[in-house]
């Protein structure tokens, strides 16, 4: 089992960058690690993940080309670094772990492990 703690959020103009780091608890190498977020009224939508490697990266659409993923598994961490930030990406960041074998799958339900969000607001 393993605890996941987000920080790194809070507002930001549009245009801006911010970083997001997720902290475990245990072995983040045994995970295929994931960024979601929340808005208000919207379901929970995938945002980037990354292999337990590294070696391979997915992002929605949405995010392509403006944010990056990466990992640090000898310090059990997961970053989202996020650029060109856009009012639309207002919303709570959630990381998230998958102790499946497989690959990187964008559904929420796959993902076994959840931190407890952390709030990014991008104002216009």
């Known amino acids: 089992q393993v605890q996941l703690v987000e920080s790194g959020g809070g507002l930001v103009q549009a245009g801006g960058s911010m970083r997001l780091s997720c902290a475990a608890s245990g072995r983040t190498s045994s995970y295929i690690m994931g960024w979601f977020r929340q808005a208000p009224g919207n379901e929970r939508e995938f945002v980037a993940g990354?292999?337990?490697?590294?070696?391979?990266?997915y992002y929605s659409d949405s995010v392509k080309g403006r944010f990056t993923i990466s990992r640090d598994n000898a310090k059990n961490t997961v970053s989202l670094q996020m650029n060109i930030l856009k009012p639309e990406d207002t919303a709570v960041y959630y990381c998230?772990?998958?102790?499946?074998?497989?690959?990187?799958?964008?559904?929420?339900?796959?993902?076994?492990?959840w931190g407890q969000g952390t709030q990014v607001t991008v104002s216009s």
């Open positions: 990354i292999s337990r490697s590294g070696g391979s990266k």
């Open positions: 998230a772990a998958d102790a499946t074998n497989g690959p990187i799958v964008s559904i929420a339900g796959r993902y076994d492990y």
